[in-house]
């Protein structure tokens, strides 16, 4: 009897079928996983802000939440210190134009807040300016920012070829 050992044409066509369709699967799993992660730092970093907002207003006294950039850190005296997931960092998208609100110029800077701070006043209103969050691989973008106005109001954006407005939070 003569036995033939390998594998047909045919087979080898499957197993490369099957291990083009788990690594398609895994990527999509990592693609969702960095969008839920960076969409959670974004909405946790906007109760932050409205809760800093909310303390100043019941003391009476500023609040100053610092960012710092290059260790994905950010912090306010005694009452918060926070480190961004593993997965996500303060940035951008390359020639992406921004603000979010209105975009006109191609975003420079991962934050526009003033020295990398947001400022809460007794008063209620907050400082200005953009925070941008990307995860590491650089394929997803959201932002939170606050435009000058009497009364404060925090808007988170996902950047999806275009800025789309996720919810508009009212401070006072």
Same mark, same amino acid.
Request: proline share 3%.
């Given at each position: ?6 594998? &047909? ?21 990592? /693609? ?18 409205? +809760?800093? *907002? *909310? #303390?100043?207003?019941?003391? %009476? %006294? ?7 950039? *290059? ?11 926070? !480190?961004?997931? *593993? #997965? ?6 390359? %020639?992406?134009?921004? /603000? ?7 975003? !420079? ?7 990398? /701070?947001?400022?809460?006043?007794? &008063? ?5 300016? @953009?925070?941008?969050? @990307? %995860? ?5 973008? +959201?932002?939170?920012?606050? !435009?000058?106005?009497?009364?404060? #109001?925090? #808007?988170?954006?996902? +950047?999806?070829?275009?800025? !789309? ?8």
């Amino acid at each position: 009897m003569h036995y033939k050992y390998g594998f &047909t044409l045919i087979e080898i066509l499957i197993v490369i079928s099957l291990f083009t369709l788990l690594a398609t699967l895994g990527v999509m799993q990592l /693609s969702f996983l960095d969008d839920t992660i960076a969409h959670a730092e974004v909405t946790k970093l906007a109760t932050i802000c409205s +809760y800093l *907002q *909310q #303390r100043a207003m019941t003391t %009476n %006294n500023e609040h100053i939440l610092i960012c710092d950039v *290059q260790n994905n850190k950010y912090h306010c005296n005694t009452l918060v210190h926070e !480190k961004l997931s *593993q #997965r996500i960092t303060f940035g951008f998208l390359p %020639n992406v134009l921004g /603000s979010p609100g209105s975009p006109s110029h191609t975003i !420079k800077k991962a934050i526009t807040f003033p020295d990398s /701070s947001i400022h809460f006043y007794p &008063t209620g209103i907050i400082s200005s300016g @953009t925070m941008y969050l @990307t %995860n590491k691989t650089k394929t997803i973008m +959201y932002a939170i920012s606050n !435009k000058i106005s009497q009364v404060s #109001r925090l #808007r988170l954006y996902r +950047y999806e070829g275009i800025w !789309k407005l996720l919810s508009a939070i009212t401070l006072s």
